[in-house]
């Protein structure tokens, strides 16, 4: 195949590729236009010299040539151009020539890309089908070494080829929106957008419509900044019916009252009202010679003596003139005899600490309150040897 240039707007045929823009013409499947491919050693013309190989792709004897490729649709079935690059020399051997999306092989292309038999033997050929549909650039490149050869261009290419990101143009009329334009996208589908972060938003249309005639403001929306709450927990307000007044219950700040079943709250005067009993937990204190009562911890304490217990510490009481009351229960294990020495902040009848009961297994229960912070102890028997 002869090689042709421009030489002052005409065409000669000596040195530029029937293949390019200007002396193209159709290659089919059965009849490609074949481009006859040699090797031999890099010469200061190749755009890679002193990179990579010191070998050369040589095109219809021409050291490494950019190229164009035609092909501008794919109506049909075989209206793509079809270019054969015959590797049949023996200067081929060990130089699989491929097409890649960057000079230096990091992705292959292999669209329309057919091979045939081993380089440097007779009937070796690398095949490329070029249309509408092919990137924009290629690299014809040795498959086992580095930059023999350069690239080929496909002017009437829909897809760009940007650093190796393939970007497709519309296939209908359209404008297309950049970065830094106000245009308005409109019925268009975005497939697992994200929103100024990179967590994809997984809500449909009409979840995200449900927003439509909101009228919080951003500082109420915005409580909801940091709610980790899971999409199960958040559908629990699926069907919810309560009003704004009533769903402000939950803002006990402001509130005055309380309500059965509702979020529990005092009166304006301070008070809270039961209408049924209230249940809680006992304490479980452990035996020790020394011994630490969380008062913060419970109102009802039980141990079961397995000491005597020297330093009886409480701690935690209601601060200022605030009140802390608690009962505590005392259980003699066993073997009996167990006593405890009571802080001296405690304030008996009389001024003597109860003896407890000596049994085994006695119990005895007791009864002590504070409103100054812990600075006196009121101490009651309510009742001794009650086992």
Known sequence: MALTKVSKGLISTDTVFEVDAVGGKYG?????????????TKTAAHPYNGDGSSSAYFLDGLEAPAIYLNGADNVTSDSGYYYKFDQSDSTNSTHPLRFYLDADKTTAYTTGVTTSGTPGS??????????EDTPSILYY???SHSYMGNYALVPASNVINHAEALISMPTATTTLVGTGTTDTLTNKTLTSPKINEDVAVTSTATEINILDGVTASTAELNILDGVTSTATELNILDGVTATTTEINYLDITTLGASEASKVLTAN??????????????????TSGASVTLDISQGSVFTITLAHNIGTFTWSNPASGTDVSAFVLKVTQDGTGNRTISFPAAVDWAGGTAPTL???ANDVDVFVFFTVNAGTTYYGFTAGLDMS
């Open 141 to 143: 490149q040795c498959s």
């Open 357 to 359: 009961s000596t049994g």
């Open 28 to 40: 089919s499947s059965s009849a490609p236009i074949t481009i006859a491919v040699t090797v031999g």
């Open 122 to 131: 007779s009937g070796a050929y690398t095949q490329i089908d070029v249309d």
């Open 268 to 285: 304006a005067s301070g008070i809270v009202t039961f209408n049924k009993a209230i249940t809680e937990e006992t304490v479980a204190l």
